[in-house]
């Protein structure tokens, strides 16, 4: 049993873990865990927005940065997935992971930056490019199991061994190696402003984005069926509310995604990738909205019926962005669209 | 909105609360308010078991100690409740409250210290007494609405306005003023021993208990339905774990109680009265407990469909104490009574 805060990033606390030194969790869990010279990595989505049927226009950009991202500088890893908003259109992301953010920087300015001007307006394809640039002290990681990384995870050195800070409300904040001073409180408001063609976000300090994923490749008929029949349906409800209803509980947008591959085709993954006004909000909503008490339940339920049998991957990762690590342009979509419905 | 910690309890914090300044509740509750010129409470248990059919012989006893609560610096209130309990043994136990240990020393003293002695052991009745003397520091109450007080409340000056504390896993600690200096962590453990004919303990630092209670007098027959059909089985069978498996998660002893008038009459009032390792095995327990995630499940689906119209009231109060504050003795009672369990 490991802390979940590497010791290269353990500061004299002004603020206390929410367990006790007796607390042992009660399954096993694991956390990404980046060589010491990483400080901060990059989490760029690049989404692509359009009505159902116009997927061949859409395959011509979905392809064009699909390449790019092989080029010089590009990420360490990327992957693709999509979903039907609100207002019926389909979103396809590309989110790609650095660890390093000045080659990120020279990656960017060479083909990521052009990701919004890749079609004039009229050809009714909608471009957004959303960023967060976090110092290694403001995100942490979980996995139910240490041998498939996902996401952030793809691109540190490994998995630590089982860690101590899961399994409670707020080992989620305990494992930002931040709150051992910080509260990460929210301040100011983000705004929308327009430059030329696109939207901007003027950011606040200390948003917060979770990607929170499943992976039922490995899962056998049985467990697959409960999972699609008894899980994911609930799953699905509050993903739901998020994206309808969020606003009332801190949370800005929400998207609820299957992950393709290259041609297009869904995989047995999925995942939220939903921004909050902050850490707090996120979790009083997991802890105490019906909507995600349910998922709770459902998941333990599930869980628990099977025990180590399991084979339902589960992972997040959880970022407090500083204002100055966000970046956010919108061109050519609708105004329900990702950080948009914040301003 | 205030908060629950009162005004002279205040210190200065070396520890945080755990939500930030932006939290307000998404619905009302109240704590009980003492006059500022009490320092220490006194909440005593004076059990009685017995086999079943044997209510006549328990009669006396019950009988006797209803008269001398009301004798000189008797208690300034009490109220009695019945469980049967994992040996099939009736339980019934007079639960008294005052608000000035001195007074209660001289009541003890005079008509409480014999409560052990009451019958002889082959009368085959069992006594005990479990007392905690708590430093107003180390308790709290919640209560779901503020016109009826139940528990320690009674004895306090009156209730408080809306707190600020509450609906958040965390609150519980938040509120116990003590906690704005001192984790509250538990050191060594319960240990039974014999003098003479009875069975005492010699105590834990920082051992926990719970009253949490259930009042549906109030409720019209269509909430009284969703009460005993939907809510009371789970709140049950989660009772019922904590007596027979609690010990897997920190709970000493868990007796589910419904309360009785001094006829023995069962009125439509209930709680459940557990002993814990610390004040963190009961917050694991509650926040993801499968049993425990039930309870809340069923109880947020009831309270949303009812809204502010449910007439069911809630309350409880939780003490964490030092080992100076507590008092146990068991005479003829059999070996998985209360405390007893945890030796």
Redesign the interface.
């Known amino acids: 049993m490991e802390p979940a805060i590497p010791e290269h990033l353990v500061t004299v606390r002004t ?2 873990r ?6 042992t969790p ?1 399954y096993p869990c694991f956390v990404a865990r980046h060589n010491p010279s990483v400080s901060q990595v990059v989490m760029a989505y690049f989404g692509l927005q359009f009505r159902p049927g116009r997927e061949t226009a859409a395959a011509v950009p979905l392809a064009a940065i699909a390449q790019v991202f092989s080029e010089q500088d590009g990420p360490g890893h990327w992957d693709r997935a999509r979903c039907t908003d609100e207002e019926g259109f389909v979103n396809v992301v590309s989110v790609a992971y650095w660890n390093d953010p000045a080659r990120f920087q020279n990656w960017f300015a060479a083909h990521g930056a052009g990701w919004t001007e890749n079609e004039p307006a009229d050809a009714k394809l909608g471009f957004f490019t959303e960023i967060l640039k976090p110092a290694v002290e403001r995100y942490e990681t979980l996995f139910s199991a240490s041998d498939r990384a996902e996401g952030v995870a793809v691109i540190a050195d490994g998995m630590s061994g089982m860690v101590r800070e899961h ?4 080992g989620m904040r305990d494992r930002i190696p931040l709150s051992q001073t910080d ?1 990460m ?2 301040a100011g408001a983000p705004r929308v402003v327009k430059e030329r063609d696109r939207l901007r976000i003027i950011p606040q300090d200390n948003l917060c984005l979770i990607r929170s994923g499943q992976d039922w490749t490995d899962t056998e008929p049985e467990e697959r069926r409960m999972y699609l029949e008894e899980v994911e349906p609930v799953l699905r409800s509050g993903m739901d509310f998020l994206r309808d209803e969020g606003l009332s509980c801190g949370c800005f947008a929400n998207r609820y995604m299957q992950v393709i591959d290259v041609e297009g085709r869904p995989i047995e993954k999925s995942f939220g990738v939903s921004w909050w006004k ?1 850490l ?1 909000a996120l ?2 909503w997991s ?2 909205h ?1 909507t995600h ?2 998922i ?2 459902a998941a ?2 599930y869980l ?1 019926s099977l025990g180590p049998a399991a084979k339902l991957r589960l992972y997040h990762e959880v970022t407090v962005a500083a204002a100055d690590q966000q970046f956010f342009e919108y061109r050519n979509c609708h105004l329900k669209t990702g950080m948009l419905k914040a301003g």
């Open positions: 603020r206390h929410r367990v006790g030194a007796e607390y009660p399994a409670y409300w707020g509260a409180e929210p902050s707090s979790e009083r802890e105490s019906p008490v349910a709770f339940g333990m339920k628990s």
